[in-house]
Nanobody
């Protein structure tokens, strides 16, 4: 069993910052890709930022220069630092990890989601 627990969402004014965290626990041998997705009301879930175990990072164009993804493999944790937040960043944010339990196969797991609201 693997569980992903997110924290750090909330209400922030435009131009403000938030830091999201997502920690995996359970039967974990190795974590490969880690990423953050978001889903706004009436919209599809979209990739915000992703990082591979080898250190490659990609961002959605809409967040480049404002968001920073990082990971701590010793803590099985991925972070998303969000700066210069805009109202259009309002969404539920989900973390996703590709995790191997030791059998060689990796499976995707999702966090429970955390609400980020950017409003004055």
């Amino acid at each position: 069993q693997v569980q992903l627990v997110e924290s750090g969402g909330g209400l922030v004014q435009p131009g403000g910052s938030l830091r999201l965290s997502c920690r995996a626990s359970g039967s974990i041998f190795r974590i490969y890709d880690m990423g953050w997705y978001r889903q706004a009301p009436a919209k599809q879930r979209e990739l915000v930022a992703g990082t591979t175990r080898g250190g490659r990072i990609n961002y959605a164009d809409s967040v480049k220069g404002r968001f920073t993804i990082s990971r701590d493999n010793t803590k099985n944790t991925v972070y998303l630092q969000m700066d210069s937040l805009k109202s259009e960043d309002t969404a539920v944010y989900y973390c996703n990890m590709q995790i191997s339990g030791g059998s060689g196969a990796a499976y995707g797991y999702w966090g429970q989601g955390t609400q980020v609201t950017v409003s004055s």
